[in-house]
DNA sequence: TCTACATTTCGTCAAATAACGAAATGAGAG
DNA sequence: CTCTCATTTCGTTATTTGACGAAATGTAGA
């Protein structure tokens, strides 16, 4: 019952879900992510973190960066979740001006 | 996606999840929800209304009472979302208890 | 070792949340 | 119409949340 109020609780905050929809495109680091959401590092961290524990992600150290792609497992209500994701908020404005932020961050070289 | 965020939080409370998993044997009242889940009458409502504002549940009032029910149209996200939730909890020992609690107070006659 | 830099943790603040009791609302019964 | 009673709304309070900047952490490279 809490493990279930708290994934949803994971998932009830906007940037948050930007952060999923972000993900579904390739892993990303904290920088990336920020420099999308315009959000301060610290917090774009804490977002993640949330995330992290609902088991939606997981984090990779690669260098000085950190990793996170969308994780395959998490709990026990995660998967059907993530699948329900994937297929809404396709066409979102704000999750698309995102993506197209991040396509122009690629070029742009950020963190590095 | 704040329409998105709004219904996964409307689902980031304990007590709303007991509502929803009590709803699914019948529409029930609001003093019989209040019964079950041993919180004040105003704090019910409260809850019964942001399920209601997320699409999850409609009311319908008849004679004194006012009986909610889990509701079939709701957005664009519920429709999956109860599916999920029609099949999560079933083992839950709050929703079984809330599910004894609530047989026996039918047999109580509460509230008329 | 020392420096640079990506990320996390900490401390703080404003706003949102969940709870309660009291007061207001509204419908049925007398 | 008035009384009763189920429910909602209002006002308050304690806790949680989301944001930020500053400080701490940790790793790569000089």
Redesign the pocket.
């Known amino acids: 019952m809490n493990q279930l109020s708290q994934t949803f609780?994971s998932l009830?905050?906007p940037?948050r879900l930007r952060i999923l929809k972000l993900l579904e495109s390739r892993p990303l680091?904290?920088?990336e992510i920020?420099e999308v959401l315009q959000?301060?590092?610290?917090?774009v961290?804490?977002?993640?973190?949330?995330l992290r524990g609902a088991g939606f992600i997981t984090?990779r150290?690669q260098?000085?960066?950190?990793y996170y792609q969308l994780s395959s497992k998490g709990n026990l209500y995660t998967p059907a979740l993530q699948s329900l994701l994937r297929d809404w908020l396709t066409a979102d404005r704000q999750v698309q001006a995102d993506m197209d932020s991040l396509s122009n961050i690629q070029t742009k070289n950020l963190?590095?």
């Open positions: 609780k009830s905050d940037n680091c904290v920088c920020t959000l301060a590092t610290s917090t961290s804490k977002h993640l973190t949330i984090d150290k260098g000085k960066w950190v963190c590095n």
